[in-house]
Nanobody, 121 residues
């Protein structure tokens, strides 16, 4: 009953900027954490960045200093601000969330449908 809706992907030039958004909707009691993964063709899916409900963040080394993850808890939305984008950032980006859907229930894991980010001149 939880849906993650992503937006903001597209074509961007090297050195440019892009902001991805992911909004969670449905039956939600609380959200433990939200984050972004990415997967290039023929490659394994990797964590890009995540953020807990308390604001703690984690980034993969290749994006540190260039990407910033943030969230609006009131809107159940997570953002990924991508600056100084490089060609190697090209991938499908997936939103991920750890969500408790009902009181007295355990945490469940959800994925968005993915949004394509293509970096090209």
């Amino acid at each position: 009953q939880v849906q993650l809706v992503e937006s903001g992907g597209g074509l961007v030039q090297p050195g440019g900027s892009l902001r991805l958004s992911c909004a969670a909707s449905g039956t939600i009691y609380s959200i433990e954490a939200m984050g972004w993964y990415r997967q290039a063709p023929g490659k394994q899916r990797e964590l890009v960045a995540d953020i807990t409900s308390g604001g703690s963040t984690d980034y993969t080394n290749s994006v540190k200093g260039r990407f910033t993850i943030s969230r609006d808890n009131a809107k159940n939305t997570v953002y990924l601000q991508m600056n100084n984008i490089k060609p190697e950032d090209t991938a499908v980006y997936y939103c991920h969330a750890q969500i408790m859907t009902r009181r007295f229930r355990g945490v469940e894991y959800y994925w968005g449908q993915g949004t394509q980010v293509t970096v090209s001149s």
